[in-house]
């Protein structure tokens, strides 16, 4: 890990430096790749973690099967302007990816969410059923723009967490509302296949689908050696092109900063994750800075004092020096962090310290208007120096 260490030579070429962009191009994730595996057993740590409070949790969940976990509405960026969105986050079985040997990803809690028994097709469609009347008054109205999005906390194309044969119910009767004009689901790439696409095309002639994909990180090494994903930057690259081939987008979900990296390489690993999926063409960008979920492998770190969750400052850095505003015309950046402001989501300093709520209102101004300018090129002075002097010296 010595290589990951930060170098004052480098951060001081982060302050501020007008050829910054040139120099993270330049300065790929090499190094990171170069790295032998970093913890060998993850997945049977992972595994413990995440079955030590199923007992507790046995109870509570079985009785609530036909409930989702969560369903909201509030404003949004759609991709022809501002809008609504209504979001559905499904109790589902589990991810299948968790659920196998693999013990899925280690910064992922939404197996925590999960029912501890098979959930039918049934259940799933009283869950719809049951924000469909919550939002009856929003969906039937036609001079409403909806975003509707769906969760699963896993793959809503994959049969084996909910049936085909749901997943076309669901999406046949979002297709009759005219005030639903996207559609948002999520998936891992392996799943996205054309002929599961050709089936959703028939459905979907009016509104516009994209499926969200959880990349985290154009490097194969962070993907799969640090966050334990399982797929390949390949894979990502064919379920792209599968999604436009039918005219449906694609949503890259960007990683800042999973477990392991500390602050200036996830810097450089989310910048060269965003320059990859803006030359590849992704439709939105959603970047998640990490917030520490329960049972993972991040709370384990965050515990012993190994974890910080990253900095709105470099978040706001990294955003405004990865896109130009020409590339914001024709794709969508997305940033909606959880925790955010709080010790377990991006925050700087200190939860209560007032540069939290600066930075968090320019990073909300930015998203609904996708326009660079909200975010100022100097921070005050006061702050940035106390920031870059922590950066320069914080080690996780
Ligand atoms: S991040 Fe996605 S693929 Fe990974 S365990 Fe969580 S739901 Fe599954």
Redesign the pocket.
């Given at each position: 890990m010595s290589n990951l260490k930060p170098n004052p030579a480098k951060n001081q070429l982060l302050i501020r430096d007008s050829k910054i962009n040139e120099y993270f191009q330049s300065e790929s994730m090499v190094f990171l790749e170069s790295q032998p595996s970093i913890v060998k057993n993850l997945w049977e740590e992972l595994n413990y973690l995440r079955n030590r409070p199923l007992s507790k949790q046995k109870a509570q969940k079985m009785t609530q099967i036909d409930r989702p976990v969560a369903s909201f509405s509030k404003p949004e960026r759609l991709r022809e302007g501002m809008g609504t969105e209504i979001t559905l986050i499904f109790r589902s079985s589990a991810?299948s990816?968790?659920a196998s040997k693999s013990g899925?990803?280690t910064m992922?809690g939404?197996?925590n969410d999960r029912a501890d028994k098979s959930i039918s097709g049934q259940n799933f469609w009283n869950q719809f059923q049951q924000t469909i009347t919550k939002y009856e008054n929003l969906l039937e109205d036609s001079s409403q723009s909806i975003v509707f999005k769906m969760f699963t906390?896993?793959s809503f194309c994959d049969p084996k967490e909910l049936d085909l044969e749901i997943q076309l119910k669901i999406l046949r009767k979002l297709s009759t509302f005219t005030s639903v004009k996207e559609i948002v689901i999520e998936s891992?790439p392996e799943y996205v296949q054309e002929k599961l696409l050709k089936q959703y095309e028939e459905i979907l002639t009016n509104q516009y689908l994209e499926i969200g994909i959880?990349l985290e990180s154009r490097s194969n090494y962070v993907r799969n050696n640090i966050i334990n994903?399982g797929f390949s930057w390949d894979q990502f690259v064919k379920a792209t092109n599968r999604l436009h081939q039918y005219g449906f987008g694609v949503k890259a979900y960007l990683i800042f900063k999973p477990p392991f990296l500390p602050e200036y390489a996830a810097m450089t690993d989310l910048f060269n994750s965003i320059r990859a999926c803006v030359k590849l063409g992704a439709d939105t960008i959603s970047i998640n800075p990490t917030n520490i979920q329960q049972h993972t492998i991040c709370e384990v770190l965050h515990s012993r004092n190994q974890y910080r969750s990253p900095w709105l400052f470099s978040l706001l850095w990294v955003i405004k020096n990865g896109f130009s505003q020409e590339e914001l015309q024709s794709i969508r950046l997305i940033c909606d962090p959880s925790a955010a402001g709080k010790d377990r989501g991006v925050h700087n300093f200190d939860p209560y310290h007032p540069s939290n709520e600066y930075c968090l209102k320019i990073l909300e101004k930015f998203v609904h208007t996708q326009d660079l300018s909200e975010i100022p090129e100097h921070f005050p002075e006061k702050w940035w120096i106390a920031y870059r002097s922590e950066l320069l010296t914080q080690k996780k």
């Open positions: 991810c990816w968790a899925g990803c992922c939404y197996w906390s896993g891992r959880g994903k």
